[in-house]
């Protein structure tokens, strides 16, 4: 299956909480959108990794993303390494993504930095003929993606574009409480962590705000490109 946008990130919920506006709004533009996460998140203090296989199974239907997909990465183990980058480049040449969206560059979780460079690496060698991997035992063609794109999260970071999702902020609030072992419930009382809070949720909102604002609209979310964006027209921006 061929997909335009390929959205890889460490985590689940780290797509629903920082591009999950784009995602919406891409699919209702008629692109169709697949999704990576390259752990289960099992080192998070609340919750388990089959409850978040399963709330991330569960946002992914409400996206109506094409599919999501694990690779069962070790949570903050896992290495960018060879071995690892193979099975990563292996799923890049399957679904031959026009645009991949990825984990931030910079950021307060050490695994969304590796993952932001592995996903760049792995590209680059994706692209690479002599570099030969299988699916299901026949030989994949080499792929490289016209575009990756950092997601901002902890960290703020001064984005190269932003993304109006004004339309489709609730449905990213949505998306997120689909997560409900990790984020805010009166309900739950395990123990409380730093994105478990009501104030992150806040964050959440307000980022989107501050994102929106600096382009006019209600909502935003903001990127930064692997390489320069042309544009053929001056209507392309207005």
């Not at 390494?81 to 050490?110: A, G, W």
């Not at 609030?173 to 409380?192: D, H, L, R, T």
């Not at 989107?208 to 006019?216: A, F, K, L, N, P």
Request: with cysteine; aromatic share 10%.
């Amino acid at each position: 299956m061929k997909v335009d946008l390929l959205i890889i990130m460490a985590h689940p919920d780290d797509a629903e909480l920082f591009c999950s506006g784009t995602i919406i709004s891409s699919i209702n533009s008629g692109m169709k959108v697949g999704m990576i996460d390259l752990t289960k998140g099992e080192m998070g203090t609340r919750g388990n990794s089959a409850i978040r296989i399963k709330e991330a199974t569960n946002s992914a239907r409400f996206m109506k993303v094409e599919f999501r997909d694990n690779l069962n990465f070790k949570d903050v183990y896992f290495k960018n390494n060879n071995k690892n980058k193979k099975l990563l480049i292996k799923e890049i040449r399957k679904y031959r993504p026009k645009i991949i969206i990825t984990n931030s560059l910079k950021d307060r979780h050490p695994d969304h930095e590796k993952a932001s460079k592995m996903v760049y690496e792995s590209c680059f060698i994706s692209g690479l003929s002599k570099y030969k991997t299988k699916y299901n035992g026949i030989d994949q063609n080499k792929w490289s993606p016209e575009l990756i794109l950092y997601s901002i999260q902890d960290k703020y970071l001064d984005p190269d574009f932003i993304v109006d999702i004004s339309p489709f902020f609730k449905e990213k609030i949505k998306s997120i409480s689909f997560f409900k072992s990790q984020f805010y419930n009166s309900k739950i009382k395990e123990p409380n962590t730093y994105i478990s809070s009501k104030h992150f949720m806040e964050f959440i909102k307000a980022r989107s705000i501050e994102m929106g604002h600096s382009i006019g609209v209600d909502y935003g979310e903001g990127y930064l490109s692997s390489k320069k964006i042309g544009i053929k027209s001056l209507l392309q921006i207005i």
